[in-house]
């Protein structure tokens, strides 16, 4: 069961876009953004064979490894 829920984090970002927290977050050390801005481009992200996530564009993912 998920329950999160909008700006549940309990860290103070609930007063950000998250527009605004993933420009910031992109801008940092260890992390890769990747930009889909078309609408026609799939996004299709597989871990270990899987896929977790298969998706029209547009989508901004971000790859943490900080």
């Not at 860290?11 to 605004?20: D, H, K, M, R």
């Not at 889909?36 to 901004?60: F, H, S």
Request: glycine share 12%; proline share 5%.
């Amino acid at each position: 069961m998920d329950n999160k829920q909008q700006g549940s984090s309990g860290i103070g970002l609930e007063g950000f876009y998250t527009s605004q927290i993933q420009s910031e977050l992109s801008s940092r050390l260890g992390v890769e953004t990747f930009i889909a801005a078309d609408p026609g481009e799939r996004i299709q992200i597989t871990i270990n064979g899987k896929t977790v996530c298969d998706r029209p564009g547009p989508a901004v993912v971000s790859v943490n490894i900080d």
